[in-house]
């Protein structure tokens, strides 16, 4: 789809490769709904592993994925090539199968060696499995093995199925997209942290000629998700600028409580226009479902032109495009046809002191309580003003208009 191939893969290190393997298998499960927490990597990728970089546990007797062979996986990893000789060597260290492998055997699981550095073909593909297939020969069961060998080719194939891990991996070696990205803290802050939010009705969802209705940020979030989860979907948020509308994109991919699932990460492309992406969002879309690619586009900062025009290509591909654009236009005629449009109102008081206390803790209460009062729920006139007062200050000396300026 983006022409990522196997030199974009050798290009990899050690840590980043292992990486690499473990995104991918994140991505798999939560395709198919399982749980990424079945996927366990960590340390040091020279510390001592056992034989298995990344390893997938599911607790299911059966399993219809595609990269991951078995319920139980094991992945070794290795950035550089691996003929057979160092095959032997690596499943069979002084002459001895690995319990790594044993256990794995044991479990009728999947042995698979992920190589970066090498490029092999049919022939020395069927060599190499033979030399994994004579390093466990010895063992009783061994026949209920499943091994593997992924060389940087299939690795950037398993890539590919996934546009969001294969923006991160251009990232990594220098052969970004302009202005394109997969899941990243796109509003600001830390990744992953808790989103903020309370039962207040301040979401809107409206279609042409119907009335609005009301929606708490979780049912909002919940319906979003839906739209945006499903191929051929269009939806559109809207509200005023500092309302929070990036961020609650950014959540919708996030575990948020009183929600569902989060959508996965790994079929998603994200761009703001104002960034000037290249490719532009009209050509990623084209990109995206002339490949056949399952993508979930997000477009920031998207007026009702760029809509309209984007939405005429996304229909083109309704089996594998879904699209959200999102504006600060909240014109009641930006209700464009066949787009579920979802208006953000701003926060309620208490969220907006929660978003205060955590990105400026040096506030005094009585500071923090004006402040809130003064933004009118908006977080990003609130940040701002609680920017101006260093530590130990306080605005209780500032009248309304000394306080706008």
């Not at 069961?141 to 891990?165: C, H, I, M, N, T």
């Not at 995206?288 to 997000?298: F, K, N, P, S, T």
């Not at 959200?324 to 066949?338: G, I, K, Q």
Request: overall charge negative; some cysteine.
């Amino acid at each position: 789809m983006l022409e990522l191939t196997g030199k974009h893969i050798a290009d990899l290190g050690d840590e980043d490769l292992r990486l690499l393997v473990t995104k991918l298998c994140e991505a798999e499960l939560q395709r198919h709904g399982l749980p990424a927490s079945a996927v366990l990597a960590g340390g040091n990728q020279t510390a001592k592993d056992g034989g298995i970089d990344v390893a997938v546990q599911l607790d299911l007797a059966s399993v219809d994925l595609d990269f991951i062979p078995r319920p139980q996986t094991g992945f070794q990893v290795k950035c550089e090539d691996m003929p057979e000789s160092k095959v032997l060597a690596e499943m069979r260290p002084d002459g001895a199968l690995r319990d790594s492998i044993k256990a794995l055997i044991a479990a009728k699981g999947a042995y698979v060696i992920v190589c970066s550095k090498g490029t092999v073909s049919q022939l020395f593909l069927g060599k190499r499995i033979k030399a994994m297939r004579t390093a466990v020969a010895d063992q009783p069961g061994s026949d209920e093995l499943k091994v593997d060998f992924y060389d940087r080719d299939r690795l950037a194939r398993w890539v590919r199925q996934y546009p969001g891990v294969e923006l991160w991996v251009r990232g990594r070696v220098g052969a970004q997209l302009r202005g394109w990205q997969g899941y990243a803290p796109w509003a600001g802050g830390a990744p992953d942290t808790v989103y903020l939010h309370d039962e207040t009705a301040r979401m809107f969802e409206r279609r042409a000629g119907g009335t609005p209705t009301a929606l708490t940020v979780t049912s909002g979030i919940d319906r979003m998700r839906a739209a945006l989860g499903k191929p051929g979907q269009v939806s559109r948020l809207v509200g005023l600028s500092g309302t929070g509308k990036t961020r609650l994109v950014q959540a919708l991919f996030e575990p948020v409580e009183g929600t569902g699932s989060p959508l996965e990460r790994g079929r998603l492309l994200y761009t703001d226009l104002g960034h000037s992406p290249d490719p532009s969002a009209r050509e990623m879309l084209l990109r995206l479902g002339e490949a056949g690619q399952r993508a979930m586009v997000i477009v920031d900062n998207c007026n009702p032109n760029a809509h309209r025009a984007l939405t005429e290509v996304a229909r083109q591909f309704p089996e594998h495009l879904s699209l959200l654009t999102v504006e600060y236009d909240v014109a009641d005629e930006d209700s464009p046809e066949a787009t579920d449009v979802f208006e953000l109102a701003p926060s309620s008081g208490p969220v907006l002191e929660s978003i205060l206390v955590r990105l400026a803790p040096h506030l005094y209460s009585s500071d923090r309580i004006r402040i809130v009062e003064f933004a009118g729920g908006n977080a990003r006139i609130a940040l701002a003003l609680a920017g101006t007062v260093a530590a130990g200050e306080t605005l209780g000396t500032l009248n309304d208009g000394e306080l706008f300026r």
